[in-house]
């Protein structure tokens, strides 16, 4: 699956932003997409991911802030990232993996086949 992630820009703290990871000659219907975030000279960090069957999960520092969905054709996915902070700068990533992931595997970036270019999110206090 090719996939390209949009989106980014820079915002205020508190403000909102909706990333979107497209797949290109693929649709998402039977994968896990996952959303990983990078700081320079810091490890890939898991955000969120949602299964094939529509469950999600999240990491504790964006919970109740973050939240993904697909859209009704299933061939985008989207972050929605509210109330916004500074800590949360990054740039992005999505990413798919074949199947439904268990839970233990999420936060695994090996878990994942496919991964699209990055997009930068930076949000000033």
């Known amino acids: 699956v090719q996939l390209q992630a949009s989106g980014g820009g820079l915002v205020k703290a508190g403000e909102s932003l909706r990333l979107s990871c497209a797949a290109f000659?693929?649709?998402?219907?039977?994968?896990?997409v996952a959303w990983y975030r990078q700081t320079p000279g810091k490890e890939r960090e898991f955000v969120g991911a949602?299964?094939?069957?529509?469950?999600?999960s999240y990491a504790e520092p964006v919970k109740g802030r973050f939240s993904i969905s697909r859209d009704s054709g299933r061939s985008t996915v989207a972050l929605q990232m509210n109330s916004l902070k500074p800590e949360d700068t990054a740039t992005y990533y999505c990413a798919a993996a074949l199947g439904r992931l268990i839970t233990s595997r999420l936060s695994t970036p090996k878990s994942y086949d496919d991964w699209g270019q990055g997009t930068q999110v930076t949000v000033s206090s």
């Open positions: 000659g693929s649709v998402f219907s039977s994968n896990t």
């Open positions: 949602i299964r094939s069957d529509g469950s999600t």
